[in-house]
């Protein structure tokens, strides 16, 4: 089957670093993207990884490894307005988005 | 700006009263999907339309069904609604399914 493994909730403080971890075994691999969802609203798109490396835009980065089946996405300069659920969701060969369960980040003050 | 749009933005309705939820989007992309998504869970596709294409994963119930007259628009049916469908439903549009989705605002179900 297909899985997509990340933490349930973290917490991290204001002005820190944080990185979430997300692991996948998926019917082949067709790029990786994480999302940010803040509570009651939808997903909104931080990055896309297809690639292995490190992919850095402003506070945020996200890293790949195809080979160990793993990303992270790293947030610098953790602000209050960044509490929220951070999904990590691979593309499979059929094209089609595998979603994990979300990441739920506390920030505290 | 060229967006996604969902109407109502929260919606309630009755046990067993059919309900229609609509999508719009101004992006011009080829596919729009539908997802339900149960609090603190991950999204799960219903089914997604490549340009008149219908496409619906195995496991999405009957109750479900879809229209998409035309690019802009795509409207989710649920038949009878159970209190199991209270949930957030998204749509979301790519320009080709192998590339980014974008989300709209959601509208959350409400079954009384």
């Known amino acids: 089957g297909q899985n997509i493994d990340q933490p349930t909730e973290m917490t991290a403080t204001e002005g820190a670093i944080v990185q979430i971890n997300c692991t996948y075994q998926?019917?082949?691999?067709?790029?990786l993207f994480w999302y940010q969802q803040h509570a009651g609203e939808a997903p909104t798109f931080l990055s896309y990884?297809?690639l292995d490396g490190l992919e850095e835009k402003g506070r945020f980065s996200s890293f790949l490894s195809r080979s160990k089946g793993y990303s992270y996405l790293l947030l610098k300069e953790l602000q209050m307005k960044d509490s929220a659920s951070y999904l990590c969701a691979v593309l499979d060969s059929n094209y089609q988005l595998i979603w994990g369960a979300g990441t739920k980040l506390i920030i505290k003050p | 700006d060229a967006m996604v749009i969902q109407n109502p933005r929260y919606q309630v309705t009755q046990f067993g009263k059919p309900v229609t939820l609509s999508c719009s989007q101004t992006?011009?992309?080829?596919?729009m999907y539908w997802y339900q998504q149960k609090s603190s869970q991950a999204p799960k596709l219903l089914f997604h339309?490549?340009?008149?294409?219908?496409?619906n994963e195995a496991d999405t119930p009957d109750n479900f069904q879809s229209r998409r007259p035309n690019t802009s628009f795509c409207f989710l049916d649920i038949r009878s609604p159970g209190l199991g469908d209270a949930a957030m439903y998204l749509c979301a549009t790519s320009r080709q399914e192998q590339e980014t989705q974008y989300f709209g605002p959601g509208t959350r179900l409400l079954v009384l």
């Open positions: 992006l011009n992309h080829n596919v």
């Open positions: 990884n297809v």
């Open positions: 998926t019917s082949g691999f067709n790029g």
């Open positions: 339309y490549y340009d008149k294409d219908f496409n």
